[in-house]
C-alpha cells in the first residue's frame, strides 16, 4: 500500500492543467496503485493524480458499482438530462455544495497498459468522471457552483482551519480515515 498525502485547495497544481500520458511503463502503474490506495484510505469514490501532487492526466474511482482507473480521459454527453447533487471534493475537506452536471456521458481513455477503454457512465459514475476529468483540467467544483453558492463555500475554505494555518497536504488518513467509514455514505462521500 502507498498512501500519498492529498494536496489542498491553494496548491498550485490543482488549478494546472493536467499532462497527457505518452509512456505506459511502472511509474505509471505505480501511480494508478498510490492514487487508487489514497482514494480508500481517504474515503472518496475518486481521485485525480494532481491530488497527490502528479501533474499526470490519470484518476481512479470506486463509486460502490463500478470501479477502476482511466488514463487520458475524455467524455462527452450523452442526451439532455441532468442531474443535480451535493458534491465535495478531497482537496477541500468540509465543503460540501451542489453541482448541476450531465446525467449520462460516453467516456473513453485508455488503461495503465495503454490499451483503450470506452464506457457509458450514468449517475454517480458519470458524476464522478466528470468532476475528476475538470482535475485534469486544472479545475475545481468550486467553479461549476451558482454565484451564492460559490460564496458560501468560499466563506467556508476561508473559515476552515486547514485554510486559516495555510495548509495545503493532509495525510489520507487525516481526510476521512479508512473506507469502512466513509462506506456509510456512499452517496454522500466526497471525490
Same mark, same amino acid.
Given at each position: 500500500?502507498?498512501?500519498?498525502?492529498?494536496?489542498?485547495?491553494?496548491?498550485?497544481?490543482?488549478?494546472?492543467?493536467?499532462?497527457?500520458?505518452?509512456?505506459?511503463?511502472?511509474?505509471?502503474?505505480?501511480?494508478?496503485?498510490?492514487?487508487?490506495?489514497?482514494?480508500?484510505?481517504?474515503?472518496?469514490?475518486?481521485?485525480?493524480?494532481?491530488?497527490?501532487?502528479?501533474?499526470?492526466?490519470?484518476?481512479?474511482?470506486?463509486?460502490?458499482?463500478?470501479?477502476?482507473?482511466?488514463?487520458?480521459? @475524455?467524455? $462527452?454527453?450523452?442526451?439532455?438530462?441532468?442531474?443535480?447533487? *451535493?458534491?465535495?471534493?478531497?482537496?477541500?475537506? %468540509?465543503? !460540501?455544495?451542489?453541482?448541476?452536471?450531465?446525467?449520462?456521458?460516453?467516456?473513453?481513455?485508455?488503461?495503465?497498459?495503454?490499451?483503450?477503454?470506452?464506457?457509458?457512465?450514468?449517475?454517480?459514475?458519470?458524476?464522478?468522471?466528470?468532476?475528476?476529468?475538470?482535475?485534469?483540467?486544472?479545475?475545481?467544483?468550486?467553479?461549476?457552483?451558482?454565484?451564492?453558492?460559490?460564496?458560501?463555500?468560499?466563506?467556508? @475554505?476561508? $473559515?476552515?482551519?486547514?485554510?486559516?494555518?495555510?495548509?495545503? *497536504?493532509?495525510?489520507?488518513?487525516?481526510?476521512? %480515515?479508512? !473506507?469502512?467509514?466513509?462506506?456509510?455514505?456512499?452517496?454522500?462521500?466526497?471525490?
Amino acid at each position: 500500500m502507498t498512501i500519498q498525502p492529498v494536496r489542498l485547495f491553494g496548491d498550485p497544481i490543482l488549478r494546472a492543467r493536467a499532462a497527457e500520458v505518452e509512456t505506459f511503463d511502472r511509474e505509471v502503474r505505480q501511480l494508478v496503485t498510490d492514487l487508487t490506495d489514497t482514494m480508500y484510505e481517504s474515503g472518496g469514490v475518486g481521485m485525480a493524480a494532481p491530488q497527490i501532487g502528479v501533474g499526470l492526466r490519470v484518476f481512479v474511482y470506486d463509486t460502490g458499482e463500478a470501479h477502476g482507473h482511466l488514463i487520458n480521459p @475524455v467524455w $462527452e454527453v450523452a442526451g439532455e438530462e441532468t442531474q443535480t447533487g *451535493v458534491e465535495g471534493c478531497l482537496s477541500i475537506p %468540509g465543503v !460540501r455544495e451542489d453541482v448541476t452536471r450531465a446525467m449520462t456521458v460516453l467516456v473513453r481513455g485508455v488503461d495503465q497498459t495503454g490499451k483503450p477503454v470506452e464506457f457509458r457512465a450514468e449517475g454517480l459514475l458519470a458524476r464522478c468522471v466528470q468532476h475528476e476529468t475538470d482535475h485534469l483540467d486544472g479545475m475545481l467544483f468550486l467553479q461549476r457552483l451558482e454565484p451564492a453558492a460559490r460564496k458560501d463555500a468560499m466563506r467556508a @475554505v476561508r $473559515e476552515s482551519s486547514w485554510f486559516a494555518q495555510g495548509i495545503t *497536504v493532509l495525510s489520507a488518513s487525516q481526510l476521512g %480515515g479508512s !473506507r469502512r467509514r466513509a462506506e456509510a455514505g456512499t452517496q454522500e462521500r466526497s471525490r
